[in-house]
């Protein structure tokens, strides 16, 4: 069983809609999460970063992590075509670990004018 | 948060070659690591570039193959070594600064094509 299970999409929804993208894990020594998002041919841009559990919204974008669910969602609210991209969950445990990130396997978006 | 630029962006190499990936960072970091990134997969941590010391592999990737240097806080090489068609993938790149809870960040990556 892999540590970390994303929704493997791909997903596509009209321009406006709101945007939910999941990741499930199994390490309970997890504590730092990140949402990543990558656009064809670029490396992966960091989106969202969160420490243990609750919400952190930055302008359309909401992260969302639930520690005793071992469940993380970042939801992307009127959504446009430039959120059209491939979405990487990511998380690491205690520094101690040397901050080793563990990714989901990307959910690919597309999100049609 | 750190810029970190990658050369060369792209090659196409014979099999049983080798080629090395220059990263830069434009800020001295704590933390440099090197990825490998399957088209249209997600990203396997290969090594961490260590300041000073030898790399720390992860399972299933050694130093012969992927050599790896670090001389200073911004910059390290990665070099894949007696290149197979199996080598073809993406590359990346990436740093963290020092500090608790510091996230990375990345490279666009090197696009490796073996002949």
């Known amino acids: 069983q892999k540590e970390v299970e994303q929704d493997p999409g791909p997903l596509s929804v009209p321009e406006g809609a709101i945007v939910s993208l999941n990741c499930t894990y199994s390490?309970?020594?997890?504590?730092?999460f990140m949402w990543y998002r990558q656009y064809s041919r670029k490396g992966p841009e960091l989106l969202m970063y969160?420490?243990?559990?609750g919400n952190k919204e930055d302008g359309r974008f909401t992260a969302q992590v639930d520690k005793s669910s071992k469940y993380i969602s970042l939801f992307i609210r009127d959504s446009q075509p430039s959120d059209s991209a491939t979405y990487l969950c990511?998380?690491?445990?205690?520094?101690?670990?040397?901050?080793?990130?563990?990714f989901g396997e990307g959910t690919q978006l597309t999100v049609n004018p | 948060s750190a810029v970190i630029s990658q050369k060369p962006s792209r090659d196409i190499c014979q099999r049983g070659t080798s080629l090395t990936i220059q990263c830069q960072v434009d800020?001295?970091?704590?933390?440099m690591f090197w990825y490998r990134q399957q088209p249209g997969q997600s990203l396997t941590l290969i090594a961490t570039?260590?300041?000073?010391?030898?790399?720390?592999?992860e399972s299933g990737f050694v130093i012969d193959k992927f050599p790896i240097s670090r001389p200073n806080l911004t910059f390290s090489t990665l070099t894949v070594s007696n290149m197979s068609p199996e080598d073809s993938s993406i590359y990346l790149c990436?740093?963290?600064?020092?500090?608790?809870?510091?996230?990375?960040?990345f490279g666009d990556g090197t696009r490796l094509s073996i002949l």
């Open positions: 570039a260590n300041q000073g010391s030898e790399a720390t592999y």
């Open positions: 800020s001295q970091v704590t933390m």
């Open positions: 990436s740093a963290r600064g020092g500090g608790i809870g510091q996230p990375q960040h």
């Open positions: 390490n309970s020594a997890f504590q730092y």
């Open positions: 990511a998380m690491s445990a205690i520094e101690t670990s040397g901050s080793r990130l563990t």
């Open positions: 969160t420490y243990s559990s």
